[in-house]
């Protein structure tokens, strides 16, 4: 059974830092990516910032650029979400997922295969 568990979630004044983690579990695939998404209150999922398994090449959401880092330790099968110079606008219910390689598109919530039942992160100003 595969198992997505996120932590690091909390609360933290505008500009502060958090590292979100993500332990993998059971996995019976080879993910093509993984990526870390994010669902405010009223708002639809959304992508922050995936890395595609194979070639190590990241991609992030233009709200995030250059504030948050996303990487992957394959032998522990963990993911990581470094968000520095948080703001408020970034406070949400964060998810990490997975993709196999079927069709679909890892920036799309709709193209994941697996999920995690999410960590809160709240930014106050």
């Known amino acids: 059974q595969v198992q997505l568990q996120e932590s690091g979630g909390g609360s933290v004044q505008a500009g502060g830092s958090l590292r979100l983690s993500c332990a993998a579990s059971?996995?019976?695939?080879?993910?093509?990516?993984m990526g870390w998404f994010r669902q405010a209150p009223g708002k639809e999922r959304e992508g922050v910032a995936r890395?595609?398994?194979?070639?190590?090449?990241?991609f992030y959401a233009a709200s995030v650029k250059g504030r948050f880092t996303i990487s992957r330790d394959n032998a522990k099968n963990m993911l990581y979400l470094q968000m520095n110079s948080l703001k408020p606008e970034d406070t949400a219910e964060y998810y990490c997922?997975?993709?196999?390689?079927?069709?679909?598109?890892?920036?799309?919530?709709?193209?994941?295969?697996?999920w995690g039942k999410g960590t809160q992160v709240t930014v106050s100003s």
């Open positions: 890395i595609y398994t194979g070639t190590g090449t990241t």
């Open positions: 997922a997975t993709k196999g390689w079927e069709t679909g598109d890892c920036s799309d919530p709709a193209g994941m295969r697996h």
């Open positions: 059971g996995l019976t695939y080879t993910p093509y990516c």
